[in-house]
């Protein structure tokens, strides 16, 4: 089956002043899934936000959502998307349940139905307790669930989340993507902006990862963590004086390079392209334990996006 | 314990868990309105406003007591001097001073839309499917209101001081009513410098250089016939002097139909103009 494409972008370009914030950006985006826009501060993901959702004009390239042309055909665009800025767009003066209905108005539901459709919401979100404080005395949770909460007013064919949890505690971070896998379980895109690798790991079922305003690489995380090796097995241990034992055991055990970490009981090796993870990760451990070494924690994973960005971006710099 | 209170109280605080079963629900039902007139949204946005009024009342203070300053300020420091007596000048002063101080005001207009630019809010209106203008238009609409009352005020205060209106009631509605046509219209210039200004403090000292000369240069505190020769054409010729003999004409009884119809004409112009640019601008960001 052909997924139907809810963005695609080419050779997105928007300079500022003698600054390139975005330099040339392509993407395709297929309908019903969230999307990774994945970049540090500065890489020109939300300029390409802004661009994508009709609030900045490019200066050269094109796109297109949902098959409507963002410049030409902005007002219809506009009836597709919904955004979540990085920094909460919602008035703050007002209450919580004042927002939701001057959006729901604006989204041309009547008084009634603008009142019950904010109540709802709220309640949904769990905000009803706060429908009549000002925004500005909500906690940076409250405020991004209420900002999810005006970008779902109408259900949106796609919805811009940018950043939608820096700065936020694990819990509230945590709620935001329970709610943004529920959006999407309903048939909505989503492009979501992070500087968080783990959390376009735990959402986003494709990735583009954006440095200096260009696209360096795209892919699925699986895709984007094999380009760098097989993944790895950490290991911390009981007593430190065997670390250089355990290393040598490792080595021969596995055929693998093996690091000590700046943790003093800890050590990595990387395993070997090819081979199951799970075997040499067993193997690894009797071995261990035959050599009479105490291990404490165990980990065996794919190689973090932490170390692909890292690697991905050393490419670029060299 | 003071620690332990304020911990249970930030607890009592927290959010409920989000309901995913309703947050479904929710998605599902797809209902889409169809999108609000132009009217509608522009009357939503002044609704704002005016629910930012409810909330932060402080705001009103700024255009009540500035015009009630003016006037008392005026005509009894003044008036001895000017008129020979603070009776008659409050008589030749009150329309032109209501009209001084009311469009002095509309500059904060500028200020709110500038602050109001650089906020994430307005990322999200832009993003509605909406008439482009609603957002400016509702703010002016919000205003219109905060200067009716600025001139209900000041016509109240005038009236305890001595002023009467030999226009009449309808006089006295007619002048109000020309003076907010052209706050209205004059206001685009505010919205449009709001919205390409750096700053708030940008906008401010640009409004007070244009308004500044533009309402002492006129016929508010004075007869222009006192002044020099050269300056006299001039004077007599600014939107805010014709916009001040309409008003003046129709509390007084004896209309000045050309000094209304070209405040009429200002007004138009200023809307077209002005009007235009902001929409543009609104556009471009």
């Known amino acids: ?318 | 314990m003071a620690f332990t209170d304020t911990k249970t109280s930030t607890d009592q605080d927290a959010p409920a868990p989000v309901e995913k079963d309703r947050l479904r629900k929710l998605l599902a039902q797809g209902e889409r309105p169809s999108p609000p007139s132009a009217f509608a949204s522009a009357r939503a946005f002044a609704w704002r406003s005016m629910l930012k009024i409810k909330h932060v009342p402080e705001q009103l203070g700024d255009i009540l007591i500035f015009p009630i300053m003016m006037l008392l300020m005026f005509t009894y420091l003044f008036g001895g001097a000017i008129a020979g007596g603070t009776g008659d000048y409050l008589q030749f002063l009150l329309p032109g001073i209501m009209v001084m101080s009311i469009v002095m005001t509309t500059m904060y207009t500028g200020m709110s839309v500038n602050i109001d630019i650089h906020k994430g809010v307005s990322d999200r209106f832009r993003t509605l499917p909406i008439w482009r203008a609603a957002p400016m238009v509702g703010y002016l609409l919000a205003d219109v209101f905060r200067y009716a009352a600025a001139g209900a005020v000041m016509f109240g205060t005038g009236l305890v001081m001595g002023y009467r209106p030999t226009g009449g009631f309808d006089g006295v509605l007619l002048g109000v009513g020309l003076l907010l046509v052209f706050c209205f219209a004059f206001s685009w210039l505010w919205t449009w410098l709001g919205l390409i200004a750096r700053s708030e403090k940008t906008v401010m000292s640009i409004s007070m250089s244009i308004l500044f000369p533009l309402t002492f240069l006129s016929n508010v505190m004075v007869d222009p016939a006192t002044m020099p020769g050269w300056l006299q054409p001039v004077v007599a010729h600014t939107p805010i002097s014709q916009l001040v003999d309409g008003v003046r004409g129709l509390f007084d009884g004896n209309v000045e139909a050309s000094a209304v119809i070209t405040t009429l004409i200002w007004s138009a112009g200023f809307t077209a103009v002005f009007g235009t640019l902001t929409v543009r601008a609104y556009n471009r960001k």
Do not use: C
């Not at chain 1, 300079?15 to 999307?35: C, M, R």
């Not at chain 1, 430190?240 to 700046?262: C, G």
């Not at chain 1, 690894?284 to 692909?308: N, R, T």
């Open chain 1, 1 to 318: 089956m052909t997924r139907e494409t809810a963005i695609r972008a080419e050779g997105l370009v928007k300079h500022f002043k003698d600054i390139k914030a975005v330099d040339g950006v392509d993407l395709e985006v297929p309908a019903g899934t969230v999307y990774g826009v994945l970049g540090p501060n500065g890489a020109g993901k939300t300029t390409t936000v802004r661009m994508l959702a009709t609030l900045l004009r490019p200066d050269a390239g094109r796109a297109e959502v949902f098959g409507r042309d963002i410049v030409e055909d902005a007002a219809a665009v506009r009836t597709q998307v919904s955004l979540t800025g990085q920094y909460a767009s919602l008035d703050e003066d007002l209450t919580g349940l004042e927002n939701l209905v001057l959006l729901s108005r604006l989204y041309g539901f009547g008084k009634p139905a603008a009142r019950s459709r904010a109540g709802d919401l709220l309640e949904a979100f769990g905000l009803a307790f706060a429908a009549g404080k000002q925004v500005k005395a909500y906690s940076g949770g409250m405020r991004r669930r209420l900002d999810i909460a005006a970008s779902i007013i109408i259900t949106p064919k796609l919805l811009f989340l940018d950043e939608p949890t820096t700065g936020l505690d694990p819990r509230s971070r945590n709620q935001v993507w329970e709610v943004v896998r529920t959006i999407v379980g309903e048939g909505t895109t989503v492009l979501l902006t992070t500087q968080y690798l783990e959390e376009a790991d735990q959402l986003a079922s494709r990735i583009a990862v954006i440095d200096t305003g260009k696209v360096i690489a795209e892919g699925t995380p699986g895709q984007l963590k094999s380009s760098v090796g097989a993944g790895s097995i950490k290991l911390r241990l009981h007593h430190t004086d065997q670390r250089e034992h355990a290393k040598t055991v490792l080595a021969e055990a596995l055929r693998a390079e093996v690091e000590l970490d700046d943790d003093p009981v800890a050590l990595t090796a990387r395993l070997l392209p090819g081979q199951d993870n799970a075997v040499q990760g067993a193997h690894a451990l009797s071995e261990l334990a035959k050599a009479g070494i105490l291990v404490d924690d165990f980990s065996l994973g794919q190689p973090s996006l932490d170390e692909v960005f890292l690697a991905l971006t050393e490419r670029v710099d060299a």
